[in-house]
């Protein structure tokens, strides 16, 4: 079910709203008039975003959140709908990664980026159920990445908690309709790799520079998907054709596409740079309200690469194709 609102009347909570995706969605909303309740650890950060969105024609509300604390979680949605009145859709954005190796990632690196990407969602749609209920209904989008359906080394703690979200939406989606609550509608966006900050945030534990695996596409796209969930929900939506592509060889072939992908992204994922151990901001704050990492150069590739994954997944269709075919005759032998 789409809000019961137009956009325009309409209040929405995004966290992880002070870089990246968070931020182009609340800029997208912005736009439309909506009014955006922002939410993240930086305050500095959510309030540039804030003024930002003020520009732009939108109403916002910061709530300084750390969504791995239910009782703020549940803090942020009830200062959401007293400073608006109600609560009309979610969105759980909020990630944080660690890159390394599974057995190097310290063990309470690893724990964190579970407690704030899936837990942190947990507590998100626990506290925005009762809400939209009494909105007469409403959305919840979450942001589960393409690394919710495939899988690439070195993010073994981000992959876990994307394949454990993009679950969790699936086993709440049919509790709603078990009972009668279809008036609420749970969304997952799987975007391909996308020019944010992200990967200059992640904690690091590979020994080298950390960088998107190409094509790489601007959080606009993104936010632009999300926007449209809010209008026309769906179970779930791809943001950028490569993520679709990519899904689309997975379920084909799926122990070709996760060797494939193994070797692509072992190749591309890491810079010529030499990098100290850090921890990234995986215990603390340090968005700045930017949209964009700076990968401009990178999202150049977007075409070339898009083109031969398109490629290789038609590849893959027929070879499987071609398999299935070969069984089917010598079984029919």
């Known amino acids: 079910m789409p809000l019961s609102r137009s956009l325009d009347a309409a209040t929405v909570v995004i966290t992880g709203a002070s870089s990246g995706i968070g931020t182009a969605t609340a800029y997208a ?4 008039g909506a009014a955006v309740v922002l939410a993240a650890r930086s305050e500095a950060a959510l309030g540039r975003v804030a003024q930002r969105c003020a520009e732009l ?7 300084p959140t750390d969504v791995t604390d239910a009782v703020s979680v ?3 949605a009830e200062r959401a709908a007293t400073g608006f009145g109600r609560i009309d859709a979610w969105i759980n954005n909020a990630a944080v990664g660690a890159v390394g190796l599974f057995d190097e990632i310290p063990v309470a690196e690893f724990r964190r980026v579970l407690e704030v990407n899936l837990l942190g969602a947990v507590h998100g749609i626990r506290a925005a159920l009762p809400h939209l209920g ?4 409403g ?4 942001n589960a990445s393409m690394l919710a359906e495939v899988a ?8 876990a908690t994307k394949h454990g979200l993009r679950g969790l939406a699936d086993t709440v989606r049919q509790e709603l309709r078990v009972t009668g609550r279809s008036n609420i509608s749970i969304c997952t966006v799987l ?7 992200f990967f200059r945030h992640a904690a690091n534990h590979s020994g080298r520079e950390v ?3 190409p094509p790489v596409y601007p959080p606009e796209m993104v936010a632009a998907t999300i926007v449209r969930l809010l209008r026309r929900p769906r179970r779930e939506a791809y943001a950028g054709n490569a993520a679709r592509l990519l899904g689309l060889q997975w379920r084909l072939a799926p122990a070709l596409a996760e060797r494939t992908l193994g070797w692509y992204t072992h190749r591309t994922q890491f810079g010529p740079g030499v990098r100290l151990e850090s921890t990234g901001n995986v215990f603390r704050a340090d968005a700045d309200g930017r949209r964009d990492g700076g990968w401009h150069g990178r999202r150049r590739q977007l075409v070339r690469m898009t083109a031969a994954f398109g490629l290789a997944a038609a590849g893959t269709a027929v070879g499987t194709i071609a398999a299935r075919s070969r069984r089917a005759r010598t079984e029919r032998a």
Not at 29 to 32: D, N
Not at 152 to 159: D, V
Not at 191 to 197: L, Y
């Open 139 to 142: 959305v919840v989008v979450n």
């Open 191 to 197: 975007p391909a790799t996308v020019d944010t900050p």
């Open 211 to 213: 960088l998107p695996p």
């Open 152 to 159: 690439m080394p070195y993010q073994s703690a981000y992959n």
């Open 134 to 137: 009494a909105a007469g209904g």
């Open 74 to 76: 549940e803090r942020l």
């Open 57 to 63: 024609g939108g109403r916002s509300l910061v709530v």
């Open 29 to 32: 909303l912005a736009r439309r």
